[in-house]
């Protein structure tokens, strides 16, 4: 983004001033020509070079346009106030776009995905589009508005795209010109605005050098309640094997997931305006596990197979490691409750249930979490069984002491043997709501259940 001072020096060099004529029969009732009013501009997004840009809702637009003109000192319109007023707007340091997925650097020139790396876009902020509503390089839509407003500065704008008709089209006035590098712009009236590159003759004989018109302002103006739907139920998503390499592939899973979910609820339930939201839950990066020895000793021959073996069969040998199987219960616990911390910090208003939908190994792991099973629990109840079932006299009184102490070990334990193997990185902070249409339930993880759980999108009161 060229900073205010390098801007100005180009709009000063490169404007051409031309005097103006204001017709005094001007209609006041019409809209005028003055800076542009927050609505007025809008913001794009677009992932790669080669797409095109795609605005932000008006919500997104709006914040992004009141941080922008916070960080610039550029004063808001009175109308602006009002709607941050009225809708209790802060200016965090950070804005958040997107229905909540991503948020924008302090730059301005870019967002970042919150909950999963990876994936970000760049921004644009749109004042002057071409036809086809794309916006203009930030540098020369600002020279192009600046000699606009010093042209036309409080001129009625007319009604339509142009003033001149089918026939005037053809053999339209000049009424000023801007000079920019490579390219001119030409205004034959307060809304008829051109680009033409500078180009050769015989490119410009052959077409290539035509102009384009220019609109000042985007076609919809930015309002308050194009905003992302209220959020009724937030649904983690946990993946299972196989995500070893492909760690942002969670994501979009969980964005199919949410778009079929969406589409299944505009079309039998209607009249629900409120949306969950889907957050990814990857956890396979953050492990450690043999820190990468299984890849070592892999034989070279059919490499990709045994690379794909080792991404997903070894999974589920690792689980069922009690070595590595309390590492991934505390690094899976550890990033749902990473996620959800993030969630309820960029949603504070939110008080809907939390479930959570895993698959495959996930769907396991999470059972095993939400039960408080241990593979230490299941040894303690084999010792137990084999000191009941022992027929052995002279080891009775052996085991009689053995067991005392035990008991009186647990009787010491707040919460028994089960709290005693309970770490507190493999609790969740949150309460998982198992919810199906005809009965509602929340599990508390210092309590057990056994119940299975299928997940009602709309939410529960």
Known sequence: MPSRRNLRELIETQITVCPIRIDPDENYFRPLVTDFRCAEVRWFYRRNEVDKWMNFNGRDSLCLEAKYRT???????????????????????????????????????????IYWKGDTCEIRRGTWFSQDWQPLEPPVADAIEAHHLQCFRGQTIPEGLTVFSAKEASNKPQLTELQLEGMEVRWSSVIDVSLSFKRGAILRYIGWGKSQALRRGFNKEAEWDDGPAEISHLVLVVHGIGQKGYENLIAENAQQVRDAVVAAMEKCY????????????????????????????????????????????????????PLYRKEIVAGVVRQLNRIYTLFTENNPTFSGPVSIFAHSLGCVIIYDILQRWSPFLLYDKYVTHAMVKCKDPSNIEALKAFQKARDLLYEKIDGGINKMLQHNDEELMFKVCFTIRNARNEFDPHSSCSRPFVIDCRGGE
């Open 270 to 321: 209607p009249e629900e305006k409120r949306r969950p939201m889907f957050l990814p839950v990857e956890w396979r990066s953050i492990l450690k596990l043999d820190d990468g020895v299984t890849d070592v000793i892999t034989l070279p021959k059919m490499s990709s197979m045994r690379t794909v073996l080792n991404s997903t069969a070894m999974d589920i040998m690792y689980y069922q490691s």
């Open 71 to 113: 960080v610039f000192s550029i004063p808001l319109d009175d109308q602006m106030t009002v709607e941050l007023l009225e809708h209790g707007f802060t200016f965090r340091q950070t804005v958040v776009v997107l229905e909540g997925l991503y948020k924008v650097n302090d730059e301005l020139t870019k967002v970042e995905a």
